[in-house]
């Protein structure tokens, strides 16, 4: 079992950024992999980005490379997606998930969601 937290979330101007963290808890926190999904009002749940437990692997949503980097510290069982360049389509809630099989899911386990919102 796993329990997520995110925190981080928070209004920006768009051009700002946002460290946006995960806490886990849970014994075998480094054999999932970690993703990041959002969603934005009216619309779907989209990925944002993964890593795999070693951190050797990490995938990215299109819209996001250049500007969202995520990381994972195993020890302290928590991962982070720090954002940049943000606009205002980047506004969502963004969630952590941890999935036992690939970056492709299943996500089993979810947080509650932290809000972004960028304005213009």
């Known amino acids: 079992q796993v329990q997520l937290v995110e925190s981080g979330g928070g209004l920006v101007q768009a051009g700002g950024s946002l460290r946006l963290s995960c806490a886990a808890s849970?014994?075998?926190?480094?054999?999932?992999?970690m993703g990041w999904f959002r969603q934005a009002p009216g619309k779907e749940r989209e990925f944002v980005a993964a890593?795999?437990?070693?951190?050797?692997?990490?995938y990215y949503a299109d819209f996001v490379k250049g500007r969202f980097t995520i990381s994972r510290d195993n020890a302290k069982k928590t991962v982070s997606l720090q954002t940049s360049a943000l606009m205002p389509e980047d506004t969502a809630v963004y969630y952590c998930?941890?999935?036992?099989?690939?970056?492709?899911?299943?996500?089993?386990?979810w947080g509650q969601g932290t809000q972004v919102t960028v304005s213009s």
């Open positions: 998930a941890a999935s036992t099989g690939n970056y492709g899911g299943p996500y089993n386990y």
């Open positions: 849970g014994r075998i926190f480094s054999s999932y992999v």
């Open positions: 890593i795999t437990w070693s951190g050797n692997s990490i």
